[in-house]
């Protein structure tokens, strides 16, 4: 015990928010009597601090106590100690620095103060939450004329809201906007200044731990328990059956569970600034693209994907060429669609085949860092006998319908070559199962499978479907961002599960036979005290005084 | 054929076994609390969970897949959900808490909102879309429809909270008149407050109601945080288990779809309730409000989209299944 007696007044200086902190005291101070207590604290501190100096001296610098008291609030403890003026008791760093630095280092805690401000970042969610909101509401992506039209300014809605509205602050394109972008970087920016000076400390903190020693201090706890006639290590082995890390030393015992559950939240901001990275990262750097190619032909990836920000790079395997097998459907009995298949073979610059495999909705193609999903399909073409004549190819047209349901349509001349008004036979098909044919007239003759190789006669002309051509809807990708996006969601995934955790703290103290029991939780609060009562009960009761003397000078 | 009037027999038995259980607990509450009731009131609901179990289990059998693709199917989950949350804390602990108030009638309202008849055309559906057919559906599905089960109860435990703080204001609003029974069964909370209140009253000072009270608010503002976190587990690992199976199915991990997009805004909503909860300033009644927007919310999320029949999500919608 070297320390002079100003550096002990100094440390209890720094101690006393942080103790005052960590053991939560004003908690159950009951705000009608404070002078009387307020002293009495003040000396326990005294001697508490008396007693942890020259330990703690040697584990941690000062300069990092500091560094705990000074941070911003904390957001789950101590919110009292904001009004007391924790900020002006703690010294400034002490470092000499040159007037400039000193500016920058102010003016960048003063933003980090601002920033990890939690009614700041709450108001950020809730704005993202109703920009988001507004962007299901307006429709995305659609010409000018349509908005004008749908908000005319004229009859606003809400009495202002016109198209201007709409278009001046982008909310035609609401997700990829200026304002949605800037609040979600905004919203970044919270996550990480928070992250850095509260939630960090706050895990400083909490990993600090100290045996309570007076019984006064173990009572002021959330969970406060008094077992008569027992012992302080049957508690610590019941508690450590219960998965509780305890420490015991002499008649003092400490004990946590769940400490994970104090770190997870930074490991969810972490996640949080991972996927938005991923998503930038995803947002600047891909290439994406869709094609409709009908069965047996074959396209070139680099022809088909478009960048999509200043990042993209194309790679090697934009050479690839794309060679559409086969295209077919599946279908239920009851004549609905069941699947999409379409039998895709790559190849590369030489002309060598290097991958073959059929694709399917939720089933897609990955080759050197490029997606091949099935995404759509249609007609291309109907392949048929005339008079036993051909086989014809019958290029096939989409037929405009409101509604998600296709129809393709076909026509085939019949006689009078060059005369105004052409004659022939309609074929319409609503899938690759079925064709309905209509005369020349328009009037329905009759419905034709595919390969039924059943002819049809038409005012005198044999008709036969030999086939029906489909063509498949393919989307391609390359989105370098995914691999950053999935890590992020595999730590979000964990560290939220982890979070549920609840870090329960417990103290105790041998009193002479009694075993003064204190402890509390951060979130499980209501269970908390039953699941006390339940290892409680299993504590021992020691019955023979005799039985008890040894076992306190043992841990004496 | 044997398998729809196997789930027409375990719809029934389930439906009105759960309004027994319900007419008991209204009697209970205004009469008095018998013990012996109270145990036969969980017996019924241990029958009505097995017996939503055994019509979720034949649809999956029948179908040959799992029965959550569309809305009849997953409303029957989420009532399986709330009897799923009914029934884990009195199986942990034998002792009555708060939770059972909220969840018994939000299962029945559930399951009778599905059985009832403005959704009979749907049951029959049985078939797959090309793109719901993945291993994820199980994993996305199951896990939404439980956070959104979980999420509901605890909005609704904070709902009650909120109402019980502003009692005196709410009791003017209704005419000064003691009792706002017969409101709806969500109010169960509050009759059985009053009905405790009135008690207290009449045998002690009023501080000792006052500690009642507090007491109450205390363990309903605590069980709602326990539960929305639980469910926020689950609505977090459901959308990212969404956007993991959007990138398989649709070729992106977010397409802002409005349901998904609906989804993160629950899920914002619910972010900024945990972070309320936090700072001890803002605690109870203000982290009880984010969770009753959280409700109204997850109502939008759930069938507004579904509603409007628009998006990539549109499977479950109404006008798809009716054509």
Sequence with gaps: MKISSSILTKSINFHRPNTLK????HHFNQPHIPNLRNEKKIMFFRVCCKIKVPQDNSKKPISQKIVISEGAPSLKEGEKEKESGRREVSPPPKKPTSAVNRLLKRTSQKVLGVLSNLPLAIGEMFAIAGLMAIGTLIDQ?????????RYPEDHPVFGFFTWKWVLTLGFDHMFSSPIFLGTLALLAASLMACTYTTQIPLVKVARRWNFLKSPEAVYKQEFSEKLPRASVQDLGVVLMGAGYEVFLKGPYLYAFKGLAGRFAPIGVHLA???????????ATGSFRGSVNVPQGLNFVVGDVLNPSGFLSNPTEAFNTEVHVNRFSMEYFESGEVSQFRTDLSLYDLNGKEVLRKTISVNDPLRYGGITIYQTDWGLSALQILKDDEGPFNLAVARLKLNGDKKLYGSFLPVGNDGSQNVKGISMLARDLQSIVLYDLEGKFVGVRRPNSKLPIDIDGIKIEILDAIGSTGLELKTDPGVP????GFGALML?????????????????????VIGGKTNRAKGEFPDEMNYLLDRVPELVDKTQNKPSESMSV | MIFSTLEHILTHISFSTVSVVITLHLITLLVNEIVGLYNSLEKGMLVTFFCITGLLVTRWVYWKHFPLSDLYESLIFLSWS?????????FLKKEKNSLNVITAPSAIFTQGFATSGLLTEMHQSGILVPALQSQWLMMHVSMMVLGYAALLGGSLLSVTL?????QKDLIQVFDKRKHLLNESFFFGEIQYINEKSNIVQNASPSYVRNYYRSQLIEQLDHWSYRVISLGFIFLTIGILSGAVWANE???????????????????TIFAIYLHIRTNKNLRGANSAIVAFIGFLIIWICYFGVNLLGIGLHSYGSFTLTLN
């Design chain 1, 141 to 149: 992506g659609e010409s000018p004329d349509f908005y004008a039209q």
């Design chain 1, 484 to 487: 950053v996006v999935y890590a």
């Design chain 1, 495 to 515: 560290t939220t599960c982890i979070s549920y955790l609840s870090h329960a703290q417990i103290w105790a103290l041998q009193d002479g036979t009694t075993v």
């Design chain 1, 22 to 25: 960590f053991h939560n005291f």
């Design chain 2, 82 to 90: 709330f009897y799923l949350i009914h029934m884990i804390p009195s």
């Design chain 2, 249 to 267: 199915a649709w070729g992106s991990y977010w397409n802002w779809d409005p349901k998904e997009t609906w989804a993160f805004i629950t899920w």
């Design chain 1, 272 to 282: 949080m600034i991972l996927i938005m990275a991923g998503a930038t990262l995803s």
């Design chain 2, 162 to 166: 909120l109402i019980i703080i502003f």
